[in-house]
């Protein structure tokens, strides 16, 4: 059989030259087995680069990127939050097939010392594509897990699914990293001890009151006293508990690993950034001649958004604005650095994040979250698509066509299934796969997505889903369950933390539907009674997720209760007081860093 881009027209040089045509030069079909330069953002918002029609901030590197190959508009997260859509983008599966989900209300990876993590079962594209005879690596954040049941097994550890090379964050919670808001777990956990400690305190008091009465009234209180002073006591350990933990976690659950190393704890926030990009840049130089993968996962632009002093104060959107620039500029260095290897024909460079822009992270006035563009909610708001929605760009010059613009539904598991077998793999065939090859879109071969229906699940539950109804040339996405917003309609559950999947939530009987072809930002919602698809499109969704609910077994929740918890045996530390820095000062003065940048700032 032909391979699909064979389909691709390709114009022959010299007619056009005969006809004096403006034709585009002609793609070639594959070439044998590229390598891949996987960029994956952190938390960043769809709207905020300038291929997504952000007009004040700048993005020229990856809007270059975007230009040069194929930019997808409903390109989308397998779930709003990083520990399940990371695991579904790197196994091409629905987070609840490997089990990294919970139903309780721990929606990623608390701790680098729990025991959950990304099954030593699951295949990931880094696995196959290292069965293939590429060089892998992963530079950056992992979140998947570290360890089961001893420190040393190390069975979630980025070597155990795939990498030959891993530098990184075994765990990202980023503002706990740096102590600041908003913070993941610490502040929670804090505040948890500051009322617990309160709350005995008060009842020590009561209690010493209580015998206090007692003596007058004649009788013994002995007893009594004692357990007021148990009570005091204890109150006092937890308040004093509620200020060191901070401290604690900030500095034993966020180190750096190479490979199977801790090479620094904690973690140097200023000057991790360069000794990434350092990273990636070598590892180029040093695999440039054989087939690589490299997993490029970004810190940017996560909270805390530490930035260089070259870009503080130099966009015209504060601190995020500054930070999301730099992350271009990292971006256009390693791009920069691919072409300048001679890479760039060869390699098959995706670029994207791994869900929406946090838009409840706002602080003190100051909104430090990536921006949605159109899209309502955001990281952690059910299946809003402002926390699925994200950008999707795949650049291979001479295979995929240059600045094409795709409105088809894609989802980031696919990229499971186009790397294995552009890597010469194939997938597994002793379970369920979500992904699909999107070559043959990415190309032309065909107009349409090989989705019909995507569901979006909130853990464990089903929030939504959409329906690419070809018949009727719409995309119909319906809401069954979304979190209960706060003001009402706002798309967000202004709070701390994230929205709820389960509890606060509102059951939405009839469920919402929306067509997102003619209203993106899910503005509204179509009647049952006057909209004639309405049965039909509520009845397919039900039925998908009735497939998906028979296809899975019972399989423990990664990120259930016993598996997300802190093991204190699980602990990775370095040095005497869990206290190291083995990378050599790296990245304190980064040699040109941002230089470039202030030079021809654009
Ligand atoms: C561009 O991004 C910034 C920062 O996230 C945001 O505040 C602004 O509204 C965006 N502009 C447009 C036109 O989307």
Not at 250 to 276: I, K, S
Not at 289 to 295: D, G, K, S, W
Not at 378 to 383: D, L, N, S, T, Y
Not at 540 to 554: A, F, I, M, N, T
Request: proline share 7%.
């Amino acid at each position: 059989m032909a391979p699909p881009w064979s389909l691709w027209p390709r114009p022959s040089a010299l007619l056009c030259t005969l006809l004096l045509l403006p034709c585009a030069p002609a793609l070639r079909p594959p070439p044998q087995r590229p390598s891949f330069l996987i960029i994956m953002a952190d938390d960043l918002g769809i709207g905020d680069l300038g291929c997504y029609g952000n007009t004040t901030l700048r993005t020229p590197h990856i809007d270059r990127l975007a230009e040069d190959g194929v930019r997808l508009t409903q390109y989308l997260a397998a779930e709003s939050l990083c520990t399940p859509s990371r695991a579904a983008f790197l196994t091409g599966r629905y987070p609840f097939r490997s089990g990294m989900t919970s139903g309780f209300g721990h929606r990623v990876l608390q701790w680098a010392a729990g025991a959950g993590g990304l099954p030593p079962e699951e295949v990931t594209f880094a696995r196959i594509l290292q069965e293939r005879g590429y060089v892998t690596g992963l530079v950056g954040k992992w979140h998947l897990g570290l360890s089961c049941r001893s420190l040393t097994d190390l069975c979630h550890h980025p070597q155990r699914h795939g990498f030959h090379h891993f530098l990184g964050l075994p765990l990202g919670m980023m503002g706990d990293c740096a102590g600041a808001e908003p913070s993941e777990k610490r502040a929670g956990l804090e505040r948890g001890l500051h009322g617990a400690g309160r709350g005995l305190a008060a009842t020590a008091l009561a209690t010493v009151v209580a015998a206090m009465v007692a003596a007058l009234a004649g009788a013994r209180s002995r007893a009594a006293l004692w357990a007021a002073l148990a009570l005091g006591v204890s109150a006092a350990i937890l308040e004093a508990g509620s200020y060191v933990v901070g401290g604690a976690i900030t500095h034993v659950d966020c180190f750096l690993m190479r490979n199977t190393t801790v090479t620094q704890q904690p973690l140097q926030l200023g000057r991790v950034n360069p000794l990434l990009l350092r990273e990636a840049e070598d590892f180029l130089r040093r695999h440039s001649h054989a087939p690589f993968l490299l997993f490029l996962s970004l810190l940017h632009t996560h909270t805390p958004l530490v930035t260089s002093p070259a870009f503080q104060g130099r966009s015209q959107h504060g601190r995020y604005g500054d930070h999301v620039e730099e992350m271009d500029w990292v971006v256009g260095r390693i791009l920069h650095t691919l072409d300048s290897l001679g890479l760039a024909d060869r390699t098959l460079v995706h670029f994207t994040s791994d869900n929406g822009g946090w838009a409840e992270a706002v602080v003190g006035g100051e909104r430090l979250g990536g921006w949605n563009g159109i899209f309502r909610g955001g990281k952690g708001v059910g299946g809003l698509e402002g926390g699925l929605r994200v950008p999707g760009i795949w650049r291979w010059p001479g295979v995929l066509p240059r600045g094409r613009v795709l409105d088809e539904p894609a989802s980031l598991m696919d990229a499971f299934s186009t790397l294995v077998r552009l890597g010469g793999g194939t997938e597994p065939s002793d379970r369920v796969i979500d992904g699909r090859d999107l070559m043959p879109l990415l190309t032309g071969a065909t107009p349409h997505s090989a989705h019909e229906v995507l569901l979006h699940y909130c853990e464990v539950f089903l929030h939504a889903g959409r329906w690419a109804d070809r018949a009727r040339g719409k995309v119909w996405k319906v809401h069954f369950t979304t979190p209960t917003f706060d003001p009402p309609d706002s798309g967000s559950c202004m709070g701390p933390g994230l929205c709820p999947c389960a509890g606060a939530v509102t059951e939405h009987d009839p469920p919402l539907l929306y067509e997102l072809t003619s209203d993106p930002g899910e503005e509204r919602p179509l009647a049952p009674g006057t909209e004639p698809a309405y049965a039909e499109v509520v009845a397919k969704l039900r039925q998908e997720h009735d497939v998906h609910h028979r296809s899975v077994g019972s399989i423990p929740q990664q990120l259930g209760s016993i598996y997300n918890v802190w093991l204190p045996w699980l602990q990775p530390c370095c040095g005497r007081f869990c206290a190291c820095d083995l990378e050599g000062g790296a990245g304190s003065e980064e040699e040109g860093w941002g230089r470039d940048f202030l030079e021809d700032p654009k």
